[in-house]
Protein backbone atom coordinates (compact mmCIF):
# COMPACT_ATOMS: atom_id res chain seq x y z
CA UNK A 1 0.00 0.00 0.00
CA UNK A 2 2.69 2.40 1.27
CA UNK A 3 4.54 1.55 -2.34
CA UNK A 4 1.51 2.31 -4.25
CA UNK A 5 1.51 5.91 -2.78
CA UNK A 6 5.34 6.76 -3.52
CA UNK A 7 4.81 5.78 -6.95
CA UNK A 8 1.76 8.29 -7.31
CA UNK A 9 3.41 10.85 -5.74
CA UNK A 10 6.87 9.97 -8.08
CA UNK A 11 4.55 10.71 -10.98
CA UNK A 12 2.68 13.63 -9.71
CA UNK A 13 5.97 15.57 -9.03
CA UNK A 14 7.91 14.34 -11.87
CA UNK A 15 5.31 15.44 -14.54
CA UNK A 16 5.34 19.10 -15.49
CA UNK A 17 8.96 19.49 -14.61
CA UNK A 18 10.45 21.94 -16.85
CA UNK A 19 14.01 22.13 -15.76
CA UNK A 20 16.19 24.76 -16.61
CA UNK A 21 15.76 27.35 -19.33
CA UNK A 22 18.71 26.40 -22.38
CA UNK A 23 20.02 29.58 -20.80
CA UNK A 24 20.61 28.21 -17.34
CA UNK A 25 18.67 30.53 -15.70
CA UNK A 26 15.93 29.03 -13.31
CA UNK A 27 12.33 28.46 -13.88
CA UNK A 28 9.76 27.83 -11.59
CA UNK A 29 9.09 24.49 -12.16
CA UNK A 30 12.94 23.18 -11.61
CA UNK A 31 14.34 19.73 -9.89
CA UNK A 32 13.31 16.86 -8.01
CA UNK A 33 14.96 14.43 -6.25
CA UNK A 34 14.21 10.71 -4.95
CA UNK A 35 15.98 9.35 -2.21
CA UNK A 36 16.29 6.35 -0.02
CA UNK A 37 18.11 5.02 3.44
CA UNK A 38 18.25 3.89 6.48
CA UNK A 39 17.52 4.87 10.03
CA UNK A 40 17.51 4.28 14.15
CA UNK A 41 15.27 5.45 16.16
CA UNK A 42 14.86 6.23 19.91
CA UNK A 43 11.57 6.24 22.23
CA UNK A 44 10.76 8.69 25.46
CA UNK A 45 8.55 6.24 28.04
CA UNK A 46 4.99 6.15 26.78
CA UNK A 47 1.70 5.83 28.78
CA UNK A 48 -0.25 2.64 26.64
CA UNK A 49 -3.38 1.92 26.67
CA UNK A 50 -4.70 -1.28 25.49
CA UNK A 51 -8.32 -2.74 26.10
CA UNK A 52 -10.00 -6.01 24.47
CA UNK A 53 -10.43 -9.55 25.50
CA UNK A 54 -8.39 -12.23 26.23
CA UNK A 55 -8.89 -16.00 24.89
CA UNK A 56 -12.13 -16.89 27.30
CA UNK A 57 -13.83 -13.91 26.04
CA UNK A 58 -13.25 -12.13 29.20
CA UNK A 59 -12.15 -8.35 29.29
CA UNK A 60 -9.10 -6.28 30.09
CA UNK A 61 -8.38 -2.35 30.04
CA UNK A 62 -5.01 -1.36 31.38
CA UNK A 63 -2.91 1.41 30.87
CA UNK A 64 0.84 0.87 31.48
CA UNK A 65 2.30 3.95 32.59
CA UNK A 66 5.57 5.17 31.45
CA UNK A 67 6.40 2.52 29.29
CA UNK A 68 9.76 1.65 27.79
CA UNK A 69 10.14 0.90 24.19
CA UNK A 70 13.16 0.19 21.75
CA UNK A 71 13.49 0.13 17.90
CA UNK A 72 14.13 -2.96 15.86
CA UNK A 73 17.24 -3.01 13.96
CA UNK A 74 17.48 -5.62 11.08
CA UNK A 75 21.11 -6.93 11.43
CA UNK A 76 23.63 -6.09 8.01
CA UNK A 77 22.48 -8.97 5.49
CA UNK A 78 23.32 -8.71 1.63
CA UNK A 79 20.16 -10.98 0.97
CA UNK A 80 18.39 -8.68 3.20
CA UNK A 81 19.28 -5.06 2.48
CA UNK A 82 20.21 -5.85 -1.56
CA UNK A 83 17.40 -8.57 -2.02
CA UNK A 84 14.38 -6.81 -4.72
CA UNK A 85 11.64 -9.24 -2.52
CA UNK A 86 13.77 -8.24 0.90
CA UNK A 87 15.47 -4.30 1.27
CA UNK A 88 11.83 -2.93 2.72
CA UNK A 89 12.55 -5.24 6.25
CA UNK A 90 14.89 -2.88 7.56
CA UNK A 91 13.52 0.38 8.75
CA UNK A 92 13.77 2.84 5.79
CA UNK A 93 13.48 6.00 4.96
CA UNK A 94 11.98 6.77 1.12
CA UNK A 95 11.70 10.71 -0.02
CA UNK A 96 10.18 12.49 -3.26
CA UNK A 97 10.83 16.25 -3.10
CA UNK A 98 10.34 19.04 -5.70
CA UNK A 99 11.88 22.18 -5.88
CA UNK A 100 9.94 25.39 -5.36
CA UNK A 101 12.08 28.09 -5.48
CA UNK A 102 16.25 28.05 -5.45
CA UNK A 103 16.50 27.57 -1.49
CA UNK A 104 12.44 25.86 -0.68
CA UNK A 105 11.45 22.91 -1.37
CA UNK A 106 8.16 20.89 -0.77
CA UNK A 107 8.41 16.70 -0.18
CA UNK A 108 6.64 14.16 0.60
CA UNK A 109 7.34 10.31 1.57
CA UNK A 110 7.72 8.10 4.56
CA UNK A 111 9.91 6.95 7.37
CA UNK A 112 9.42 3.54 7.87
CA UNK A 113 10.07 3.10 11.75
CA UNK A 114 9.56 0.30 13.98
CA UNK A 115 8.55 0.15 18.12
CA UNK A 116 8.71 -2.57 20.31
CA UNK A 117 7.91 -2.59 24.14
CA UNK A 118 10.40 -3.62 26.62
CA UNK A 119 9.66 -6.51 28.86
CA UNK A 120 9.71 -4.64 31.99
CA UNK A 121 8.10 -4.11 35.34
CA UNK A 122 5.57 -0.91 34.80
CA UNK A 123 3.13 1.02 36.72
CA UNK A 124 -0.76 0.40 35.69
CA UNK A 125 -3.92 1.27 35.90
CA UNK A 126 -7.01 -1.47 34.48
CA UNK A 127 -8.53 -4.61 35.64
CA UNK A 128 -8.13 -8.09 33.52
CA UNK A 129 -8.79 -11.54 34.36
CA UNK A 130 -6.18 -13.36 37.37
CA UNK A 131 -5.95 -15.94 35.07
CA UNK A 132 -3.93 -13.80 32.37
CA UNK A 133 -1.35 -13.36 34.95
CA UNK A 134 -1.89 -16.26 37.13
CA UNK A 135 -1.48 -20.23 36.57
CA UNK A 136 -5.01 -20.72 37.82
CA UNK A 137 -8.16 -21.96 35.26
CA UNK A 138 -10.62 -19.63 36.50
CA UNK A 139 -9.88 -16.48 36.57
CA UNK A 140 -11.36 -13.23 38.89
CA UNK A 141 -11.11 -10.08 37.89
CA UNK A 142 -7.55 -8.25 39.52
CA UNK A 143 -7.22 -4.86 39.40
CA UNK A 144 -4.13 -2.05 39.26
CA UNK A 145 -4.19 1.51 40.54
CA UNK A 146 -0.81 2.44 40.67
CA UNK A 147 0.46 -1.31 41.00
CA UNK A 148 2.96 -2.61 39.26
CA UNK A 149 2.83 -5.26 36.59
CA UNK A 150 5.00 -7.40 34.50
CA UNK A 151 5.07 -7.01 30.94
CA UNK A 152 6.68 -10.45 30.29
CA UNK A 153 6.97 -13.04 27.75
CA UNK A 154 3.35 -13.76 27.45
CA UNK A 155 2.62 -9.95 26.36
CA UNK A 156 3.84 -8.06 23.91
CA UNK A 157 3.24 -4.99 22.05
CA UNK A 158 4.69 -4.16 18.71
CA UNK A 159 4.71 -1.97 15.88
CA UNK A 160 6.93 -4.19 13.83
CA UNK A 161 5.56 -4.18 9.90
CA UNK A 162 5.75 -0.37 10.42
CA UNK A 163 5.60 2.66 12.69
CA UNK A 164 4.95 4.29 9.23
CA UNK A 165 5.16 8.11 9.50
CA UNK A 166 3.72 9.43 6.18
CA UNK A 167 5.15 12.61 6.05
CA UNK A 168 4.87 16.18 4.20
CA UNK A 169 7.30 18.65 4.37
CA UNK A 170 9.01 22.16 3.63
CA UNK A 171 12.52 22.20 3.53
CA UNK A 172 15.26 25.03 3.14
CA UNK A 173 18.66 24.93 2.28
CA UNK A 174 21.78 26.66 3.06
CA UNK A 175 24.89 26.05 0.83
CA UNK A 176 28.38 25.88 2.78
CA UNK A 177 30.31 24.97 -0.24
CA UNK A 178 30.62 24.21 -4.24
CA UNK A 179 33.10 23.13 -6.29
CA UNK A 180 34.62 24.97 -9.21
CA UNK A 181 32.56 22.73 -11.34
CA UNK A 182 29.38 22.80 -9.84
CA UNK A 183 29.44 19.16 -9.54
CA UNK A 184 30.35 18.70 -5.85
CA UNK A 185 28.63 20.81 -3.09
CA UNK A 186 27.71 20.89 0.74
CA UNK A 187 24.97 22.33 2.12
CA UNK A 188 22.99 22.10 5.55
CA UNK A 189 18.90 21.94 5.58
CA UNK A 190 16.19 22.47 7.69
CA UNK A 191 12.70 20.78 7.37
CA UNK A 192 9.29 20.82 9.37
CA UNK A 193 7.03 18.23 8.33
CA UNK A 194 3.50 17.23 9.63
CA UNK A 195 1.51 14.03 8.71
CA UNK A 196 -0.42 10.90 9.47
CA UNK A 197 1.17 7.50 10.84
CA UNK A 198 0.03 3.85 9.59
CA UNK A 199 1.09 0.95 12.26
CA UNK A 200 0.83 -2.86 11.71
CA UNK A 201 0.54 -3.90 15.50
CA UNK A 202 1.54 -7.05 16.79
CA UNK A 203 -0.26 -7.76 19.68
CA UNK A 204 -0.16 -10.76 22.32
CA UNK A 205 -2.05 -11.07 25.44
CA UNK A 206 -1.73 -13.98 27.39
CA UNK A 207 -0.16 -16.02 24.81
CA UNK A 208 -2.74 -14.96 22.21
CA UNK A 209 -1.44 -13.45 19.68
CA UNK A 210 -2.63 -11.11 16.68
CA UNK A 211 -1.13 -9.64 13.87
CA UNK A 212 -3.16 -6.92 11.95
CA UNK A 213 -2.53 -5.20 8.76
CA UNK A 214 -1.64 -1.68 8.26
CA UNK A 215 -4.06 0.91 9.19
CA UNK A 216 -4.21 4.84 9.72
CA UNK A 217 -3.44 4.91 13.38
CA UNK A 218 -2.93 8.63 14.56
CA UNK A 219 -1.13 11.52 13.26
CA UNK A 220 2.59 12.89 13.85
CA UNK A 221 4.71 16.04 13.38
CA UNK A 222 8.48 16.31 13.21
CA UNK A 223 11.13 18.65 13.00
CA UNK A 224 14.63 17.69 10.50
CA UNK A 225 18.40 19.46 10.44
CA UNK A 226 20.78 17.88 8.40
CA UNK A 227 23.64 17.99 5.94
CA UNK A 228 23.83 17.38 1.77
CA UNK A 229 26.75 16.25 -0.05
CA UNK A 230 26.44 16.56 -3.68
CA UNK A 231 29.25 14.19 -4.76
CA UNK A 232 28.31 14.61 -8.89
CA UNK A 233 26.21 16.27 -10.86
CA UNK A 234 22.85 13.40 -10.32
CA UNK A 235 23.99 11.51 -6.62
CA UNK A 236 24.05 12.96 -3.24
CA UNK A 237 24.36 11.79 0.34
CA UNK A 238 22.59 12.73 3.44
CA UNK A 239 22.61 12.18 7.10
CA UNK A 240 19.48 13.63 9.14
CA UNK A 241 18.47 14.30 12.87
CA UNK A 242 14.86 14.25 13.48
CA UNK A 243 13.09 14.46 16.57
CA UNK A 244 9.19 14.25 16.38
CA UNK A 245 5.68 13.53 18.45
CA UNK A 246 2.81 11.04 17.30
CA UNK A 247 -0.69 10.85 18.89
CA UNK A 248 -2.16 7.66 18.02
CA UNK A 249 -5.88 7.22 19.27
CA UNK A 250 -7.04 4.10 16.13
CA UNK A 251 -4.06 1.16 16.86
CA UNK A 252 -5.47 -2.11 16.02
CA UNK A 253 -4.62 -5.09 18.56
CA UNK A 254 -7.33 -7.77 17.85
CA UNK A 255 -8.43 -6.68 14.10
CA UNK A 256 -11.55 -4.34 13.31
CA UNK A 257 -13.13 -5.64 16.58
CA UNK A 258 -14.09 -3.65 20.28
CA UNK A 259 -10.19 -4.03 20.97
CA UNK A 260 -7.77 -1.61 20.47
CA UNK A 261 -5.00 1.01 21.98
CA UNK A 262 -3.66 4.40 22.17
CA UNK A 263 -0.94 6.01 22.72
CA UNK A 264 1.64 9.19 22.35
CA UNK A 265 5.13 8.77 21.28
CA UNK A 266 8.02 11.08 21.53
CA UNK A 267 11.23 9.98 19.55
CA UNK A 268 14.61 10.91 17.97
CA UNK A 269 15.57 9.44 14.83
CA UNK A 270 18.86 9.55 13.13
CA UNK A 271 19.56 8.40 9.02
CA UNK A 272 21.34 8.13 5.95
CA UNK A 273 20.48 8.25 3.08
CA UNK A 274 21.60 8.31 -0.64
CA UNK A 275 19.83 10.29 -3.41
CA UNK A 276 19.39 10.62 -7.34
CA UNK A 277 18.33 14.15 -8.88
CA UNK A 278 16.12 14.45 -12.01
CA UNK A 279 15.24 17.66 -13.74
CA UNK A 280 17.68 19.41 -16.73
CA UNK A 281 19.59 21.47 -14.01
CA UNK A 282 22.21 21.62 -11.12
CA UNK A 283 20.45 21.43 -7.99
CA UNK A 284 20.31 23.66 -5.56
CA UNK A 285 18.50 22.54 -2.88
CA UNK A 286 18.57 20.09 0.06
CA UNK A 287 16.77 17.40 1.68
CA UNK A 288 15.54 15.43 4.67
Known amino acids: MIFRWGLVLCIWMGVGSQGWTQSGQYSENSEWYISWGYNRSAYAP ?3 HVWGLNGSGEAFDVVLHDAEA ?14 PGLFTIPQFNARFGKQINSNWWFSAGWDHMKYKLKK ?3 VADGFASSADFLDEPNGQKMNWQGDSLWWGPQFNLEHSDGLNFVRFSLENVHPLWTGHSGNMALS ?3 AAGAGFVV ?3 DFTWAGERQKNAQHISGLGVGAHLGLRAKVHRRFFIQTTGHAGAMTLPWIRIQGP ?16 AVGYILGNGMIRGGSN
Do not use: L
Request: proline share 2%.
Open 70 to 83: NDMPERFQAKVYFH
Open 46 to 48: SDV
Open 257 to 272: TEAGAEQGIRYVEWSF
Open 188 to 190: SFA
Open 120 to 122: QWV
Open 199 to 201: CST
